[in-house]
């Protein structure tokens, strides 16, 4: 089994592999307030805790890479840190959020139990490094434009930095012009790296820039694709969930309305206890 402790986390240590529970980090896009930050996190945690799944609060302080100028981005680093350790605080579950830039790694690790770092950015060496310093556990979405056994040069920068424990994110690959194509062999290929492998559900029906000023995405598609993730086997599970994705203020055509969360996570269940979690052959 792969494991991991999250450092200063509240609540028991998460352990992530074959014979573990399955992770799960699910949250909003931004975050949009602590109200709905709240709303969201209590909800999915009572979902996980039924469900026997380790779950991991998610939400963006910043989104750096928004398509449009006048895109929402967030609430910003101080006060999006702010909420996430009001948040953190007040449900006792640990938080991931992303980075954007190397001097916000020292200021988010301060309130984050994983530093996540974008998939626009994963190949950026002093983002890595500068993550990897903070001892935190480092979550990398693989790069729309890498190969998976290319990622061996993201775990060999964070691993040379001085990170201990590293998670790798499939989200798709570009295919063609606003489109994304997931390929199912790289999970098996990312996890031979010694690294715990997780499926970014909703990012993989993103379509990059597809709503011009803005991404569009085909919610549609989440259930299918997170069936076969799970079939092929996964260590963890990324979502974005929304009350309202159709009024959310950022990749809400890609994100999972929070009310069909839980059934679609008992039919994932199935296919994980079926296969027994392996990822490989």
């Known amino acids: 089994m792969m494991n991991f402790s999250l450092p200063d986390g509240p609540g028991e240590s998460i352990h992530v592999g074959t014979g573990a529970p399955l992770l799960l980090m699910a949250g909003p896009c931004v975050l949009e307030s602590k109200e709905m930050a709240l709303e969201i996190a209590r909800e999915m945690q009572a979902i996980t805790q039924r469900l026997g799944i380790s779950y991991v609060f998610k939400a963006s302080f910043d989104k750096a890479n928004r398509t449009s100028l006048d895109s929402f981005r967030g609430p910003g680093v101080k006060n999006g840190l702010r909420i996430l350790s009001k948040l953190r605080e007040e449900c006792n579950l640990p938080v991931v959020s992303d980075i954007h830039e190397p001097q916000h790694a020292a200021l988010a690790a301060d309130v984050l139990d994983i530093i996540q770092i974008p998939a626009f950015l994963c190949r950026q060496t002093d983002l890595l490094v500068a993550a990897a310093e903070t001892g935190k556990v480092v979550s990398v979405k693989k790069g729309q434009f890498v190969s998976p056994w290319d990622m061996k040069n993201v775990v060999n920068k964070l691993r040379g930095s001085g990170c201990e424990t590293i998670l790798l994110t499939e989200r798709g690959a570009s295919f063609g012009y606003n489109n994304l ?51 092929v ?31 679609m996570l008992r039919n994932l269940l199935k296919i994980r206890n079926a296969v027994g979690g392996e990822c490989g052959q």
């Open 181 to 231: 194509v997931v390929d199912m062999r790289s999970l098996p290929v990312m996890r031979s790296l010694g690294c715990p492998v997780v499926f970014d559900a909703t990012h993989s029906v993103q379509l990059p820039g597809g709503a011009g000023g803005s991404s569009g995405g085909q919610r549609e598609f989440i259930a299918p694709l997170t069936r076969a993730a799970m079939a």
């Open 233 to 263: 086997g996964i260590d963890g599970l990324f979502m974005e969930v929304h009350p309202d994705p159709d009024k959310a203020l950022c990749d809400g055509p890609n994100s999972l309305p929070l009310d069909q969360v839980e059934e």
